[in-house]
């Protein structure tokens, strides 16, 4: 149904100064803490929400007839990549707004800054690069991680051994200048080299410095599959030394054989909280995951570097990688979790100048349209560049199991996506919050609305400190998604993955409309956000009056 639009224009000097900026009238409030939603009307005025209530007597320069329509707090993506594609082109950022994501945490292993000296970036700190965000424009909030893996590559480099104490000094400073630039925390991805050498020790020092500035620690974690409980332990280990919270990105069991161990990570996780630990972890809602194709090959092969590729040419060496993929199960080995077939295996994205009818197609496809066998496919593609795929690693239960958890919120592990550019990418990149709404609220009803909101607002606004976000109060900063519970609908799929969703009529970024009557404006009312530097002087009400 589409939104009844009131403009109410007044003639200078007939009309007083409006009390709203704008007002959503009669929507179903749904607040963002897990309350039933409730009928009201939202006066927002400077960006924040200014009063709740009976709002017909009041003035707005605008007002939105809302009517049955769900108003819910924007949704917090927990794992969003790089702010660096809002920074080449604002108009990436519809990838997150029109699934009704008003904020997204930027940052993994990598992460976009700090910078070496030979990154080619303008940019060198958070510092530099922050304002050059600010000054480009944003079309949603923007939080950032340092990452452990990005501060290894400058200081160390890509190979495998521990930092030396210069070093290790060196990284601990970088963090420390990160944090007072504005970062949320640490971050690592510790299946990709060269994240994967570092050593616990190693994060727990650098960790200990962000817990100084009020910081957490967030992990894609050392393994997601057969040792998925000895990598929570670590993630624990590491918080609890280093004195700081912890999050998990995209928690999950992967390949067949370990699906039963989601439950006892979710217990895990649970028994930590249970102690006095803070963690959290998030998920998205599909069941296949996304990740590098030369992550098929034991990390090991890259402990000096990526140089390692070239050998491939090799086939003595590829029978020997191959040997070892099909037989080792040391590591995180992708191969073992789809069943060794690899037909479970899509191509997302082919590297540079790659043929992309590959993309969308499984491995074992694309050697049938190359006349190959699949390992020749295989390692061909690995040597031919950064190639994406999505392998069919997990189940149904485990997502069901993790929705109905009580600390874990959501994710759309996916860099905003520039439509003018990508061939493909993962659907999770423009559907993972409207398919949680649609499938597994109103379609399977493994969770309810209002649970499924408070884990897409105000849990994960917690972990970041964004506390004037996540929740709709008087004072609140005004991010805001109006959306049809009965229409709202994810249309990405993994052949066509770059399609916006359905049913999200209105997007509000700090009180400015970015997406209206299912369409994105152009409107770039995003912030840098600092975690825990927010104004505390909250405009609410009228003449500072919080009455409606």
């Known amino acids: 149904m589409v939104l009844l639009i009131t403009l109410l224009l007044g003639c200078a000097g007939l009309a007083g100064a409006q009390d709203f900026d704008l007002i959503l009238r009669q929507g179903r409030i749904v607040d963002g803490m897990g309350n039933p939603w409730y009928r009201a009307d939202l006066g927002i005025r400077g960006g924040r929400i200014a009063a709740i209530g009976d709002l017909r007597s009041r003035s707005a320069r605008r007002t939105i007839e809302v009517k049955d329509q769900i108003v819910a707090p924007g949704f917090i993506d927990m794992m969003a990549g790089s702010s660096i594609p809002l920074l080449e082109n604002p108009s990436t950022g519809d990838s997150k707004i029109r699934q009704g994501i008003t904020t997204m945490l930027a940052g993994e292993g990598g992460s976009d800054a700090p910078q070496g000296e030979n990154s080619g970036r303008a940019w060198r700190t958070f510092g530099d690069y922050i304002p050059l965000l600010e000054k480009r424009g944003l079309a949603l909030n923007v939080v950032h991680n340092v990452g452990a893996a990005q501060l290894r590559s400058i200081v160390i480099g890509e190979v495998d051994r521990a930092p030396t104490p210069a070093e290790m000094a060196r990284m601990k400073e970088m963090v420390a200048q990160a944090m007072r630039d504005g970062a949320a925390g640490v971050s690592t991805a510790l299946i990709y080299p060269p994240g994967t050498y570092a050593r616990t020790e190693e994060l727990v020092e650098m960790s200990k410095v962000a817990g100084q500035y009020g910081g957490f620690y967030s992990t894609h974690m050392r393994n997601e599959s057969s040792q998925v409980l000895e990598a929570i332990r670590e993630a624990l280990d590491i918080g609890r030394r280093a004195g700081v919270p912890v999050h998990i990105y995209h928690l999950k069991a992967a390949g067949e054989e370990n699906w039963p161990l989601m439950r006892k990570a979710i217990d895990l996780i649970g028994q930590a909280r249970a102690e006095g630990m803070d963690v959290t972890a998030d998920i998205y809602p599909y069941i296949r995951n996304g990740l590098g194709l030369s ?228 409107e770039l009312g995003g912030k840098v956000l600092r975690p825990g530097r927010y104004s505390r002087d909250f405009p609410v009400g009228r003449r500072g009056s919080t009455r409606p």
Not at 371 to 397: I, Y
Not at 424 to 435: K, L, M, Q, T, V
Not at 470 to 481: E, S
Not at 494 to 503: I, N, Q, R, S, Y
Request: with cysteine.
């Open 295 to 522: 992550a098929l090959i034991h990390p090991r092969r890259f402990a000096q570097g990526r140089g390692f590729l070239k050998t491939l040419s090799d086939p003595k060496v590829r029978q020997d990688v191959r040997r070892e993929i099909e037989s080792t199960s040391d590591w995180e080995n992708w191969y073992r979790h789809v069943g060794g077939n690899w037909d479970n295996v899509l191509v997302a994205r082919v590297a540079g100048n790659g043929d992309k009818r590959f993309e969308g197609k499984s491995i074992a496809g694309i050697a049938k349209l190359r006349g190959s066998d699949d390992w020749t496919t295989f390692f061909d593609l690995v040597q031919s560049g950064e190639v994406s795929v999505n392998p069919k690693s997990m189940n149904e239960e485990q997502k069901h199991l993790a929705l109905r958890s009580e600390f874990i919120s959501f994710c759309t592990d996916s860099e905003p996506i520039d439509l003018k550019t990508a061939t493909s990418a993962h659907p999770r990149g423009f559907g993972s919050f409207p398919r949680v709404l649609a499938r597994y609220v109103r379609e399977e009803k493994i969770i309810t609305l209002e649970a499924a909101i408070r884990k897409m607002t105000s849990l994960p606004a917690n972990r970041l400190k964004l506390f004037d976000r996540g929740r709709i109060a008087p004072g609140m900063a005004a991010d805001l998604v109006i959306f049809d519970p009965n229409r709202i609908q994810d249309t990405a799929t993994f052949e066509k993955p770059l399609a916006f969703p359905e049913g999200i009529g209105y997007v509000l970024v700090n009180g400015r409309i970015a997406v209206e009557q299912d369409r994105s404006n152009g």
